[in-house]
């Protein structure tokens, strides 16, 4: 009679666990049995770097502020008691804005007019009788000090009584009046708003990149909301002389004529500029690899060997960039699968980007 050894389920059990231990440990310290024969290179998708048409033009937003802007405000505190201006008036230089109480200035120019006329009288009578030995030299130079303090004293009368009139500094449109005849003045106090809207200047600021490509003369277009229709031709006057450090741009001024004054301070517009054509050296934008500053891509050589290489990069446009430096025209450059590739690395292209 054949022996038929019994096995029960705890060793059953035990013998399951063992088994699967050892198939983990040899997972783990020997990979090579269970590795694959040879690993094939990750695939890719590539594109040439090729020199293309690339259109030059520039948009910016922009605030339109008067050619010459200021609050008319009085030099002296006083009574307000004549307003010769209207609200949205068109002035000259020198017209009268408004009328201050001038009965304090009128009376110390007066005075001070007595003065001097008593003290040029005392200087020419000393005159003469200097001639006469009379008075001595230091009596007339005593007299002719005091005619010239007076005479400076009637100068600053003058000055005062002057400035209880108010006059435009320059030609433009008056704003809206901000007080009343008869409120009490003083340097602080704003009478209305004077802007020369004839010339409208454009401020805005463009990247660096275009740097080299701006200058005075230069045209541009701007566009508003408020005139959708229409367009407002000016010229670049003035760039800035310095790059903000942080925002890598630079500071624009353009200015346009506003003969219908449709065009006001404050408004916002939208420039365009530097509307030409120029050969530029172009790669897909996806195969960019910023890497907190710096912008890398994946170059493949001819043996299929990935370098990992830093650009410049300049103007962007849907799809492409400009790549100013580090590239040159016919590398290959992946587009696809940059996920996978490694510096350095073989990788195998399934196919390469045309337009």
Request: glycine share 6%; charged share 25%; net charge negative.
């Amino acid at each position: 009679m054949a022996f038929k050894p019994e096995i029960n389920g705890c060793d059953v059990k035990s013998a399951f666990v063992l088994t699967t231990r050892l198939a983990i440990a040899a997972v783990l310290y020997c990979p090579v049995l269970f590795a694959a024969p040879g690993s094939a290179p990750p695939s890719v998708i590539v594109a040439q770097a090729e020199v293309r048409s690339f259109p030059l033009s520039a948009e910016a937003l922009g605030n339109a502020r008067s050619n010459e802007s200021i609050n008319i405000r009085p030099k002296i505190t006083a009574t307000l008691t004549e307003i010769l201006f209207e609200e949205g008036q068109e002035v000259e230089a020198g017209d009268v804005l408004v009328k201050l109480d001038d009965l304090e200035q009128v009376a110390d120019l007066a005075a001070a007019r007595a003065a001097l006329v008593d003290t040029e009288a005392s200087y020419n009578r000393s005159s003469e009788l200097f001639r006469t030995n009379v008075v001595s030299k230091s009596q007339l130079l005593q007299d002719e000090a005091k005619k010239i303090a007076d005479e400076a004293m009637v100068s600053v009368a003058e000055k005062r009584f002057a400035d209880t009139i108010v006059r435009a500094p320059f030609a433009g449109r008056i704003g809206l009046r901000r007080v009343s005849l008869g409120g009490l003045l003083d340097p602080d106090t704003v009478i209305t708003t004077l802007d020369d809207t004839h010339i409208i200047k454009v401020d805005f600021d463009l990247p660096e990149i275009y740097l080299s490509r701006l200058e005075p003369g230069l045209k541009v277009l701007a566009h508003s909301a408020a005139y959708p229709d229409r367009d407002f031709a000016g010229a670049v006057s003035s760039v800035d002389t310095r790059v903000d450090p942080v925002s890598r741009s630079i500071r624009v001024r353009s200015v346009m004529q506003n003969p219908d004054g449709d065009l006001r301070p404050g408004m916002f517009l939208t420039v365009n500029l530097l509307n030409d054509t120029v050969e530029a050296l172009v790669i897909p934008e996806r195969a960019l690899i910023p890497e907190r500053s710096v912008q890398y891509v994946y170059v493949v050589g001819d043996n299929q060997v990935v370098e990992k290489r830093a650009v410049q990069i300049g103007r962007r446009r849907p799809g492409e960039v400009e790549i100013l430096g580090g590239l040159s025209a016919g590398e290959v450059v992946i587009v696809d699968g940059t996920q996978k590739a490694r510096d350095g690395q073989p990788v195998k292209v399934l196919t390469r980007e045309t337009d």
